[in-house]
C-alpha cells in the first residue's frame, strides 16, 4: 500500500491518499517530486501519482529489479539491474530518466545526451 500524507499547511484541509497495489506487488522504493509521488514495484513498473493521489503514468522498467528511484525537482531517476552477464562479471546498472510533466525516457547510450541537456551531471 502507498500512503501520501503532506504537510499540513495553516488554513488548509489534509488531503491524506492511499492506493493499495495489485496482488504479489509490493513497493520497492519510492520518491516524492516537487508535484508527483513515484513508486517502483517488484514487478517492474513505476507508477507515477500526483500528490492529490491521482494516477497519471505507468512505465514497465524494461530492467529489473529496480535498485532506487530518485528524484530532483520534476525529474525522476530510476536505476535498475540489467540483468546477469554471461561471462560472470558483475551486471551494469541501467538509468532511466524522464520529466514527469511531459513524456522523456531514455536509456543506455542516450543518457549521456540527456544528463547533457539536464545540466545534472
Not at 1 to 15: C, D, I, K, N, S
Request: proline share 5%; net charge positive.
Amino acid at each position: 500500500m502507498l500512503f501520501y500524507r503532506p504537510h499540513e499547511v495553516e488554513g488548509t484541509a489534509r488531503q491524506d491518499w492511499r492506493v493499495e497495489m495489485p496482488s504479489e506487488e509490493n513497493i520497492t522504493s519510492i520518491a516524492l517530486s516537487n508535484s508527483h509521488v513515484v513508486a517502483c514495484t517488484s514487478k517492474g513498473y513505476v507508477r507515477v501519482y500526483t500528490t492529490q493521489g491521482t494516477p497519471v503514468r505507468l512505465y514497465r522498467q524494461k530492467n529489473m529489479p529496480v535498485v532506487t528511484c530518485a528524484t530532483w525537482k520534476n525529474y525522476v531517476m530510476v536505476v535498475g539491474n540489467a540483468g546477469a552477464l554471461s561471462d560472470g562479471t558483475l551486471p551494469p546498472l541501467s538509468i532511466l530518466l524522464f520529466f514527469v510533466l511531459r513524456v522523456a525516457l531514455t536509456f543506455g547510450q542516450e543518457r549521456q545526451n540527456w544528463c547533457t541537456r539536464l545540466k545534472m551531471w
